[in-house]
């Protein structure tokens, strides 16, 4: 969708309303541990968690934008890329030494002024790359920051300027292959005039008309240069499609999730209603397979969504996970719904959908997933379902217990505050796992007490098992 940071309008103030977390459902706190709750239908729980400390990692750079984290398991090093420095219009960055106990303070990224859609990867011999959305003339391509160092010094590279000016782009996806390549998805128009879009009061912007595509580009030679940019979708170049999450699978089969919208009509390029595709390469990105529709009996998603869609993973056995949520309707009511699906042959055919949320408010659930030991993912969402405002919530999947799969936990919450809902508190959030049984939370809310009450908030999550 299209991401006009500028045109964002920010209401702070905070809602106070008392929310029933448990009686919906969600775990609450439990004297350190975080104890899951219990959904009607559902086995006892296995699983609990511990999190914390919980780290404002935007301290002296806030801002409460998009977020991304990576971790390097081989180097015990965690990275936290944000929206909000260099004033609150560039892209923040810190790191841990010591598994999210602390932080260094955050620092803007070279390049990043202006910049927006954070992201970042880890290479096996520990090269950092932090990505992010930025134009420079009349040119909008993803600048890669690369880092020798564990995060300590950083050089800017912008060999992914396309060959012509006046392009449309945004929402940037970053992988590396087990050698080492570097892969880049990333949305791409050829006219940036024929992209129309309309803004959220309370969120981000999404097209409601243009030339839309999701491209893949890979480096060899740590992103000094690109190899020329490969269509994801049918259609180019009008294809409707964006946000392509991107993952590279032990053999080298590089897979995409995207989300694609139907263009009903071609002269206007106006947009409707979207689902979910996937697509896989295993020439590197050169060729890709028939688009498959991922979850269609969950519904579809809206127009008018805000925040960045779909999420794609791989469990350590390689089984993959896909997340995003839907927007329908429940009797009179409106809904919107977080969902996660997977694939046990490589992307060929996806489970039914399964239910990831308590809840189907209409409000945002911003979904997404990351693998973990063998037929094991954690799913997490942010959301302002609850009155109170904006949190972040958890819970572990299982896929050797039945056909569809099955929740080891319901939903824990992992932030202790909430963010005010009537603001932005993100297109993404940052979720990796350290080992099969922990993983790293990272956050962006408007909370109380943090300066003009915006921050970026991380977590470590030990999972423990019954």
Request: proline share 6%; aromatic share 10%.
């Amino acid at each position: 969708m299209q991401r006009n940071r500028l045109a964002r309008r920010r209401a702070f103030g905070l809602m106070a309303a008392a929310g029933a977390a448990l009686a919906a459902g969600w775990a609450v706190w439990g004297g350190g541990v975080l104890t899951s709750g219990h959904l009607a239908g559902q086995s006892a729980p296995s699983v609990n968690y511990s999190a914390g400390p919980i780290r404002d990692v935007s301290v002296g750079c806030p801002g409460t934008g998009d977020t991304s984290q990576a971790v390097d398991q081989a180097r015990h090093y965690l990275y936290q890329e944000f929206e909000g420095c260099d004033d609150g219009n560039g892209i923040g960055f810190a790191r841990s030494a010591d598994g999210g106990k602390s932080y260094t303070r955050p620092v803007a990224l070279p390049g990043s002024h202006d910049g927006w859609d954070p992201w970042l990867a880890v290479a096996p011999d520990g090269i950092l790359y932090a990505a992010f959305m930025n134009t420079f003339g009349n040119q909008t391509y993803p600048v890669i920051d690369v880092s020798h160092d564990h995060g300590r010094t950083f050089r800017a590279e912008y060999s992914l300027r396309p060959t012509r000016g006046n392009n449309w782009g945004d929402a940037d996806y970053l992988a590396v292959g087990p050698n080492g390549t570097l892969y880049v998805a990333w949305d791409y128009g050829p006219s940036n005039s024929e992209v129309n879009s309309t803004c959220s009061p309370t969120g981000s912007c999404w097209a409601t008309s243009g030339d839309l595509n999701v491209v893949v580009q890979s480096s060899a030679n740590e992103a000094r240069t690109f190899t020329p940019a490969s269509v994801v979708n049918p259609g180019y170049p009008n294809g409707g499609a964006d946000e392509g999450g991107i993952t590279v699978a032990p053999n080298g089969a590089v897979d995409v999730l995207y989300q694609r919208y139907e263009v009903t009509n071609r002269k206007t390029l106006t947009l409707a209603h979207g689902q979910e595709y996937f697509t896989t390469s295993a020439d590197g990105g050169k060729k890709w397979s028939a688009p498959t529709e991922v979850g269609a009996t969950a519904g579809q998603t809206t127009i008018s969504q805000w925040w960045n869609d779909g999420s794609i993973a791989a469990d350590s056995a390689g089984n993959l996970y896909a997340t995003w949520d839907t927007q329908g309707t429940a009797g009179k009511h409106r809904t919107d719904t977080g969902w996660v699906s997977f694939s046990t042959d490589g992307g060929r055919e996806w489970s039914a959908p399964t239910r990831a949320t308590p809840d189907q408010k209409n409000v945002p659930h911003i979904t997404e997933v990351a693998g973990a030991g063998p037929g094991k993912a954690y799913v997490a969402w942010l959301s302002s379902s609850d009155p109170r405002g904006y949190a972040l919530y958890l819970r572990a999947f299982s896929i050797s217990a039945s056909r569809d799969g099955r929740w080891l936990s319901a939903a824990v919450r992992i932030s202790r505050k909430f963010g005010n809902p009537d603001d932005f508190p993100g297109d993404t959030f940052g979720i990796a796992t350290s080992s099969p049984a922990a993983l790293a939370l990272s956050w962006g809310s408007a909370v109380p007490g943090s300066p003009g009450n915006a921050s970026v908030s991380a977590a470590p999550v030990t999972v423990l098992t019954r």
